[in-house]
């Protein structure tokens, strides 16, 4: 069964950029049928979209952040990676991957997720 | 794009049925028929329970179902169960092609 898994830093200041990586496991993130994309949820708040890669490269970003983030994906590695730059305190959340497929509206699977805090 | 609207909490006890509605607008909930139901039991990851308002995927047990009737759409959980107990979120495709959740709701089985 296909499997997610978020690694990166824990902690990034204010101003400086937050990266992470999501691991596909047990699949290929080489697939014409899915996208890779990110979804987060800062404490107390709801899930808020982020945005999703195809294989191949194509992007579509939630249009609240597009203009700080990039969505980049690594077939070598089978790996998926979100840059969020300029960060502010407003983007700790957990930070979750997700898997969608191609012309559907619903994720799955979902990474366990990983909490980034931003704070000097 | 704003948020959807769910109860902060439900209850019920064990065998009970229990609703959990989730509010949009035209723009989601009531303009699509792309509503989602997650669950999130604590220290793991979120679980597909319904996708496209009324399909329950490969797995789910047939006591989830979902329904939607104009800009509200509701996930029913029948014969209630503890291992039901788990936050669930709402989710639905929005004509902005984004996609948009709600709050969250954290079921108790008393």
């Known amino acids: 069964q296909l499997q997610l898994q978020e690694s990166g830093p824990g902690l990034v200041k204010p101003s400086e950029t937050l990266s992470l990586t999501c691991t596909v496991s047990?699949?290929?993130?080489?697939?014409?049928?899915?996208?890779w994309g990110w979804i987060r949820q800062p404490p107390g708040k709801e899930l808020e979209w982020i945005g999703s890669v195809y294989y191949r490269g194509s992007t579509d970003y939630n249009p609240s952040l597009e203009s700080r983030v990039t969505i980049s994906v690594d077939t070598s590695k089978n790996q998926f990676s979100l840059s969020l730059i300029s960060v502010t305190a407003a983007d700790t959340a957990v930070y979750y991957c997700?898997?969608?497929?191609?012309?559907?509206?619903?994720?799955?699977?979902w990474g366990q997720g990983t909490l980034v805090t931003v704070s000097s | 794009q704003s948020a959807l609207t769910q109860p902060a909490s439900v209850s019920g006890s064990p065998g009970q049925s229990i609703t959990i509605s989730c509010t949009g607008t035209n723009s989601d909930v009531g303009g699509h028929d792309f509503v989602s139901w997650y669950q999130h039991r604590p220290g793991k990851a979120p679980q597909l329970m319904i996708y496209d308002v009324t399909v329950r995927p490969s797995g789910v047990s047939n006591r989830f179902s979902g329904s939607k009737s104009g800009n509200t759409a509701s996930l029913t959980i029948s014969g209630l169960q503890a291992e039901d107990e788990a936050d669930y979120y709402c989710?639905?495709?929005?004509?902005?092609?984004?996609?948009?959740f709600g709050g969250g709701t954290q079921l108790t089985v008393l």
């Open positions: 989710s639905s495709y929005t004509s902005s092609s984004t996609w948009v």
């Open positions: 997700v898997r969608r497929s191609v012309g559907q509206n619903w994720f799955d699977p």
């Open positions: 047990s699949g290929s993130i080489s697939s014409s049928h899915h996208l």
